[in-house]
């Protein structure tokens, strides 16, 4: 698995909702604009209201990318998956592939820990 470095967001928190998405590309040669689209988000990350911070991963092999984020509300994840810019990559790529995703909060947030967990629920 190839992992990105840390991209920290403005929000700081003990607890924090930890969310993964987990995207299987219908083509491998579709990974590497799905992977591009993915920085492009991450590049504004920092000013992301309620975003803590967040990793990319992908598994180019079996066709997955996706990333780790974390947040400090349901309703700071619920605003980003409105966040123009992600609607649009949502549109762009919906038919190249199936999105997986999972969510949990954790009451004492750390990066190694939340990365631990995350990589468990990717190895499925």
Not at 41 to 54: K, R, V
Not at 106 to 121: D, I, L, R, Y
Request: hydrophobic residues 45%; glycine residues 6%.
């Amino acid at each position: 698995m190839l992992r990105s470095t840390w991209h920290p967001g403005p929000a700081t928190a003990t607890t924090a909702l930890i969310a993964i998405t987990d995207f299987h590309a219908h083509r491998r040669r579709d990974l590497l604009s799905i992977a591009q689209a993915g920085r492009d988000l991450a590049a504004s990350w920092s000013t992301l209201p309620g975003a803590i911070g967040m990793w990319l991963w992908a598994m180019p092999l079996s066709g997955r990318s996706g990333s780790v984020s974390v947040w400090e509300s349901e309703e700071a994840l619920t605003a980003f998956v409105r966040w123009p810019p992600h609607v649009q990559v949502v549109r762009r790529f919906h038919q190249s592939g199936t999105l997986h995703t999972h969510r949990w909060w954790t009451q004492e947030f750390t990066h190694p820990k939340a990365w631990k967990e995350a990589a468990t629920h990717l190895k499925t």
